[in-house]
């Protein structure tokens, strides 16, 4: 099986901050990566599929990077409503679809 | 608007069952790829199941030979039979739409997700 592994668990940021969060494959999974965003009572909302393709409607300010073992997500300039819970997902290894383990992200 | 709807969820002792139900409005469960996906309290997600559009289904080991999914493609909805539940069990269950994009290589993603049902496990 795949484990999909994030970094930080937790972070801090305050509105207008670029924040990087990182996802690390246990073996290569090429571009097969994919980024949710997780608010309590809401539904999951996916932000970028394949690693870099930014899914329709999600603002530019999300952008993801990374192939083989190591992903990231990138916001450019944090927004008040980003403040939520980030996963990565692998599609590599298909039918497990695999998560990370989540990145919180709060207000400093 | 497209849409998912769960329902089901509650309160079931171990060893009990449960049938989770997902709605689904303005696309057809029967020509898509549709999963199931759980959070337990302060866990991240975990894939569940899924069912492809051409009727195969897959499970985690952890639910495989007491959960089954399933749908009605008359009613247009989606199905997750739960038994022998377990304390492990408890989370709120999500179902989802999974989509695909082709270029050389298919890349699946889940674009399309409900709010969830809560199903606690308990005596």
């Known amino acids: 099986d795949i484990q999909m592994t994030q970094s930080p668990s937790s972070l801090s940021a305050s509105v207008g901050d670029r924040v990087t969060i990182t996802c690390r494959a246990s073996q290569s999974i090429s571009t097969f990566l994919n980024w949710y965003q997780l608010k309590p009572g809401k539904a999951p909302k996916l932000l970028i599929y394949a690693a870099s393709s930014l899914q329709s409607g999600v603002p530019s300010r999300f952008s993801g990077s990374g192939s083989g073992t190591d992903f990231t997500l990138t916001i450019s300039s944090l927004q008040p409503d980003d403040f939520a819970t980030y996963y990565c997902q692998q599609s590599y290894s298909t039918p497990g679809y695999s998560f990370g383990q989540g990145t919180k992200l709060e207000i400093k | 608007e497209v849409q998912l709807v769960e329902s089901g969820g509650g309160l079931i002792q171990p060893g009990g069952s449960l049938r989770l139900s997902c709605g689904v409005s303005?696309?057809?469960?029967?020509?898509?790829?549709m999963s199931w996906v759980r959070q337990a309290p302060g866990k991240g997600l975990e894939w569940v199941s899924v069912?492809?559009?051409?009727?195969?289904?897959y499970y985690a080991d952890s639910v495989k030979g007491r959960f089954t999914i399933s749908r009605d493609n008359f009613k247009n909805t989606l199905f997750l039979q739960m038994n022998s539940l377990r304390a492990e069990d408890t989370a709120v269950y999500y179902c989802?739409?999974?989509?695909?994009?082709?270029?050389?290589?298919?890349?699946?993603?889940?674009?399309?997700w409900g709010k969830g049902t809560t199903v606690t496990v308990s005596s």
């Open positions: 303005e696309f057809s469960v029967s020509s898509n790829h």
């Open positions: 989802a739409r999974v989509s695909s994009y082709c270029a050389g290589d298919c890349f699946f993603f889940m674009d399309v």
């Open positions: 069912i492809y559009s051409g009727g195969t289904t």
